[in-house]
Nanobody, 128 residues
Framework: QVQLVESGGGLVQAGGSLRLSCAAS????????MGWFRQTPGEEREIVAG????????TYADSVKGRFTIDRDNAKSTVYLHMTSLKPEDTAIYFC?????????????????????WGQGTQVTVSS
């Protein structure tokens, strides 16, 4: 089992920045590919960014490319999502996810069905 706890959400004006953190516990963090997803009411959960076990492969939704950056600190068992130039359409609940990938190879994953564990989510609200 892996427990994931997100933090760093909040209210920010358009054009501002936030950094989300996701602290993992329970299993060796370096065995897990990590992802950030977001969801708004009535919508499907969508990928925001993903990062491989070793941190050397990343993937992003087209809507956030150039504005968001995902990285991880395996020594701290934490994955981050650095969000800049925020827009009102970035308003959502952001979820951290983990996939045991040790036997799958160093890769990234883009669909929620590919992830095994989820955090409770953190609200991000961007005002115009």
């Amino acid at each position: 089992q892996v427990q994931l706890v997100e933090s760093g959400g909040g209210l920010v004006q358009a054009g501002g920045s936030l950094r989300l953190s996701c602290a993992a516990s329970g299993r060796p963090f370096s065995m897990y590919a990590m992802g950030w997803f977001r969801q708004t009411p009535g919508e499907e959960r969508e990928i925001v960014a993903g990062i491989s076990m070793n941190g050397d492969i990343t993937t992003y939704a087209d809507s956030v490319k150039g504005r968001f950056t995902i990285d991880r600190d395996n020594a701290k068992s934490t994955v981050y999502l650095h969000m800049t130039s925020l827009k009102p359409e970035d308003t959502a609940i952001y979820f951290c996810s983990a996939r045991h990938a040790y036997y799958s190879g160093d890769d990234v994953y883009r669909t929620d069905a590919e992830y095994d564990y989820w955090g409770q989510g953190t609200q991000v609200t961007v005002s115009s």
